[in-house]
Nanobody, 121 residues
Framework: QVQLVESGGGLVQAGGSLRLSCTASGRIFSIYGMGWYRQAPGKQRELVAGITSGGITNYANSVKGRFTVSRDNAKNTVSLQMNTLKPEDTAVYYC???????????????WGQGTQVTVSS
């Protein structure tokens, strides 16, 4: 079994900062991509930022220049530093990772339980 556990959400005023972290644990042979998605009420889940095992990153246009994704491969952790937060960043943020549980297995996509981020105006 594999688990992704997130932390760091909360309530912040517009212009403030938050840092999200996510740690993968369990039967892990290797991890390829890790990243963050978010889902606001009444909207579809969308990619916020992703990072490969080699450190290649990609961001949604709406967060470029404000959010930074990073990972620690030794600790199976991915983080999201969110600066200059806006009310439209309010959503449940989900951690995602593509994980192989054995050398003879393919990658499976796993999700965290989600953490609420609320930005007040």
């Amino acid at each position: 079994q594999v688990q992704l556990v997130e932390s760091g959400g909360g309530l912040v005023q517009a212009g403030g900062s938050l840092r999200l972290s996510c740690t993968a644990s369990g039967r892990i042979f290797s991890i390829y991509g890790m990243g963050w998605y978010r889902q606001a009420p009444g909207k579809q889940r969308e990619l916020v930022a992703g990072i490969t095992s080699g450190g290649i990153t990609n961001y949604a246009n709406s967060v470029k220049g404000r959010f930074t994704v990073s990972r620690d491969n030794a600790k199976n952790t991915v983080s999201l530093q969110m600066n200059t937060l806006k009310p439209e960043d309010t959503a449940v943020y989900y951690c995602n990772a593509g994980i192989r549980s054995g050398s003879d297995l393919g990658f499976t996509s796993y999700w965290g339980q989600g953490t609420q981020v609320t930005v007040s105006s």
